[in-house]
């Protein structure tokens, strides 16, 4: 699927398991938006189910498809009896794909108008929604200034009413050129083959020597012979002929020249159902639930009951940064009284300094010390091992 939206994504992207707790709109806030996303295709798979949810940032809406059915590139490839080749594919993935949405707008219906005139049949609102965000996710063409060489890819979304299903396809567009004969084409678009056994090359292009016996066959490399054969696949159709403007890839493509179109599947394939949508990212209003079909009355009244939660949650959130606000005050409070008395003791040493004695801080007994702050000569009662508490005094000079 990344290979799908190249070359604006991110093909080697590694997801952080520590991210895939965090919801959509915390994951398109901190990761997504600071590297200019702007859609997000998130998978979640569960026991019985896949499940797909597109969402547009950073503003929504956002919708929840069902996979119901997928096949991986690799496995379109297997069952393909000539794999497109695409080489380093460095070329092929260099500009992004156009893209084709069918059955999207609004239906026609011939019978419901009078007088056998065509009527359209408006579709509804997720439908229109479905399309335009199908067709935002890809960078759009300018017809004007466009080269045809860089239109390579095709993305396809097929909407079916029935079902209700999307379907989604990815191919790349192959040019042939055309009304050249088979064996001159091989030689334009592939390498030349061995023509040891034949005399002149007009004998392989004719199939017949000079005398109008048969010419021998000529001999190529596998690999040369199943690039320059023709699928079976491609048809002779008129309708897929066409003059190029310009100079398109592949030998044989020029200018001017007529040649046939087909498109070559790359995968992968997708089968989606549209479950939910929301009118935020991954959140809101919803806007349309096709499991889920409630009436005018029970919206307003269900609308009503979310804003009375969204408010009480509001309400909530500021309390409590109001009481965070309060205790980081208390604790600046605290720090400031703390450091005040710290600068107050400060100041009464130095006032003490000044005055020529000075007390140490050491902690002391009132009992122990005489009136003029001396230590006194008298015994003390101390337990064995315990260093003695003693009160050092000194004159400014001695300081």
């Known amino acids: ?61 956002t919708m929840s498809f069902r996979v119901e059915r997928f096949s991986l590139a690799k496995h379109v490839r297997a069952i393909q009896r000539r794999p497109y080749n695409s080489g380093t594919g460095q070329q092929l993935f260099a500009h992004p794909p156009i893209v084709v949405t069918n059955n999207f707008g609004d239906a026609v219906n011939n019978s419901s108008a009078p007088g056998g005139a065509t009527a359209t049949t408006p579709s509804p609102p997720h439908i229109k929604l479905m399309r335009i965000s199908f067709q935002n996710m890809f960078p759009a063409i300018n017809v004007a200034t466009v080269k045809l060489a860089e239109c390579r890819r095709v993305v396809l979304f097929q909407y079916h009413p029935e079902n209700e299903l999307v379907e989604i396809r990815h191919y790349a ?106 009118r935020g990212l991954g959140g809101g209003d919803v806007m349309y639930h096709a499991l889920v079909q409630k009436t005018p009355e029970e919206a307003r009244a269900l609308k009503a009951r979310k804003e009375r939660e969204a408010q009480l949650k509001t309400q909530r ?67 064995e091992g315990k260093d003695e508490k003693v009160v050092a005094t000194m004159t400014l000079q001695d300081w």
């Open 173 to 278: 567009i192959k040019a042939t050129p055309v009304g050249v004969n088979k064996k001159v084409r091989r030689l334009v678009q592939t390498k030349i083959p061995n023509l040891r056994r034949l005399d002149d090359i007009a004998d392989y292009i004719t199939g017949t020597t000079e005398t109008g016996d048969v010419a021998p066959s000529a001999s190529t490399t596998a690999s040369a012979s199943a690039s320059g054969a023709v699928s079976d696949s491609e048809a002779e159709d008129e309708t897929s002929h066409v003059v190029l403007s310009q100079k398109y890839a592949g030998r044989g493509n020029n200018q001017q020249q007529k040649s046939a179109l087909k498109l070559m599947e790359l995968g992968p394939r997708l089968a989606l159902r549209l479950i939910k949508v929301e």
């Open 1 to 61: 699927l990344r290979k799908m939206m190249m070359p604006y994504t991110a093909l080697n992207l590694q997801d952080d398991p520590k991210n895939r707790k965090l919801t959509l709109s915390v994951y398109a806030k901190h990761l997504a938006m600071p590297m200019g996303v702007s859609h997000v295709l998130a998978f979640s798979q569960r026991e019985d189910r896949v499940q797909l949810r597109l969402g547009r940032i950073p503003e929504g809406p």
């Open 317 to 383: 959130r500021q309390t409590q940064e109001q009481n965070v606000e309060r205790k980081r005050k208390a604790k600046e409070e605290k720090l400031e009284r703390k450091r005040q008395r710290k600068e107050a003791r400060e100041e009464e040493a130095m006032a003490e300094l000044r005055k020529g004695t000075v007390v140490s801080p050491l902690p002391h007994d009132d009992d122990d010390d005489d009136d003029d702050g001396n230590v006194s000569d008298k015994p003390k009662k101390e337990k």
